[in-house]
């Protein structure tokens, strides 16, 4: 996934920035030759850690870690991408199932099969006969709603898609935009999983019709647009639906001050769409020691215990702890909508392509 991070008292966005190749941050390495012991982790802007867990980590391998954030997800992928033959880092994480063909067809990664594999959940596991990518992180993308919303209207929140394009809802949705965020892309291919090639062009004409806002990336959605997120309540945000994660409600909760007993917003399940996020040892990369012994560290227990707080996301890995908030205030999708990676990388850029006729012209 995809991916989504960051906050204002919510989880954050992993939008898919395809136009802007800007990094964020230095990309001055220094000396990465194959003694070296630095090793460069390249991400997404969302990339986030326990400093004293990274710290344990450069102990025990003796390496020193230099994490170069390189904007949104499909920014930072792209970038990685054009810079392939000489790379800014030795590990890449965050290509999410959404893109991942790409990575893989451009040559991105080369063949690692990392230690502890064998502990990743069989359904996250790809590519199994090269082993270019490393699972890390699930999530799921999902319309979240304005509790206080529907409830001062006693009108039951929206539970599926076929909801969303109810009468009563008309006016109340906003979403990303398919072509620049990931979470827009992963909501259409919510769509494209449920209704099918002959069905999903039909029902955005209806969700069309029942009034869905869209708006360039999360931030502008989730902080601005939504009327249940904190920010958003700053903002005076009249849109009591949004695009988001089925994580936010939790991270409405950790990040308000003072915690309210129960999260105010919540999550239709029947909206939701499940994203992946792999890392994986980049093709030309100068310290590829260093890399595999960071990939191995990123399915650690440790590393994968610690990330669902920082990042908001569910670790991978069999008998990872999955934090009581999330448990309490959003608990795991059941039944999320999935697409086989080979089927997005036939089909996204068409779809993303009659998405944007269908709904912004």
């Known amino acids: ?25 230095s990309s001055d390495s220094g000396d990465e030759g194959s003694g ?8 997404h802007d969302s990339f986030a850690y326990t400093k004293a867990v990274l710290k344990d980590f450069e102990k025990q391998s003796g390496y020193k870690v230099k994490v170069l954030k390189d904007g949104d997800a499909g920014t930072a992928v ?14 890449f994480f965050g290509v999410d199932n959404t893109l991942l063909s790409r990575a893989l067809d451009n040559g991105l990664f080369q063949s690692y099969e990392a230690k502890g594999s064998d502990l990743i959940l069989p359904q996250y596991r790809v590519d ?10 699930s999530g799921d993308i999902c319309v979240n709603y304005d509790k206080a919303y529907f409830d001062k ?4 929140p929206p539970t599926s898609f076929d909801d969303l394009i109810k009468p009563e809802y008309k006016n109340l949705l906003v ?5 620049t965020s990931s979470p827009g892309l992963g909501f259409l291919l919510g769509t494209a999983a449920k209704y099918g090639d002959d069905g ?3 029902y955005w004409k ?5 009034g869905v806002k869209v708006v360039d990336g999360w931030e502008q959605a989730y902080n601005v647009e939504f009327s249940g997120s904190a920010g958003g309540k700053k903002a005076k945000g009249d849109r009591p639906l949004v695009v988001s994660y089925a994580s936010s409600p939790p991270a409405e909760v950790i990040y308000a001050d003072p915690k309210p007993k129960t999260a105010p917003t919540g999550v239709a399940d029947g909206t939701c769409f499940r994203q992946v996020e792999y890392a994986g040892l980049l093709s030309n990369a100068k310290n590829s020691k260093g890399g595999k012994a960071l990939v191995d560290f990123l399915i650690t227990k440790q590393f994968q215990d610690d990330m669902p707080l920082n990042m908001f996301v569910y670790p991978v890995r069999e008998a990872a702890q999955v934090p009581e908030e999330f448990a309490k205030f959003g608990p795991a999708v059941e039944n999320p909508e999935t697409l086989d990676p080979a089927k997005i990388a036939d089909n996204r850029d068409e779809w993303v392509k009659s998405w944007t006729s269908l709904v912004l012209k």
């Open 175 to 179: 979403t990303e935009n398919a072509s």
């Open 206 to 210: 209806k969700l069309k019709a029942n």
């Open 78 to 91: 792209n970038k990685a991408i054009l810079t392939k033959d000489n790379p800014q880092g030795d590990v």
């Open 36 to 43: 070296s012991k630095t090793v460069t982790l390249v991400s």
């Open 153 to 156: 209207r006693k009108l039951a």
């Open 200 to 202: 999903w062009q039909d």
């Open 1 to 25: 996934m995809s991916t989504t991070r960051k906050f204002t008292a919510a989880v954050a966005v992993t939008g898919l920035g395809l136009a802007a190749l800007t990094a964020c941050g």
């Open 128 to 137: 199994q006969d090269k082993h270019r990518v490393t699972p890390i992180d």
